[in-house]
C-alpha cells in the first residue's frame, strides 16, 4: 500500500508474460498480461492508460525519477 503524503519507491517489471509490482521492495503484486503493443508509434504513458488511442485515467499526484530499463534487477 501507498500512503498518502509520503514518499514510496515503486517499481514495475514485465517478463515472460507477467508484470510485477514492487512498493519499497516488497513484491506487492502480479498479473498475466499481453505483451506491450509492437506498432512504434504506440506511445508509452506513465501515471495514465492508453484505451482506444487516446490517454485516460490519469494518476492525480507526482512522479518523480522516471527511469525506463531494459533489464530486471532483483
Not at 498475466?32 to 482506444?52: I, R
Amino acid at each position: 500500500m501507498v500512503s498518502l503524503g509520503e514518499f514510496s519507491h515503486v517499481a514495475v517489471s514485465y517478463e515472460s508474460g507477467w508484470s510485477s509490482v514492487y512498493i519499497n521492495g516488497s513484491l506487492a503484486s502480479t498479473q498475466k498480461e499481453g505483451g506491450q503493443d509492437s506498432n512504434p508509434e504506440t506511445p508509452v504513458l506513465f501515471g495514465a492508460m492508453l484505451e482506444m488511442g487516446a490517454p485516460r485515467d490519469f494518476f492525480d499526484g507526482a512522479l518523480d525519477e522516471v527511469i525506463p530499463v531494459k533489464r530486471c534487477r532483483y
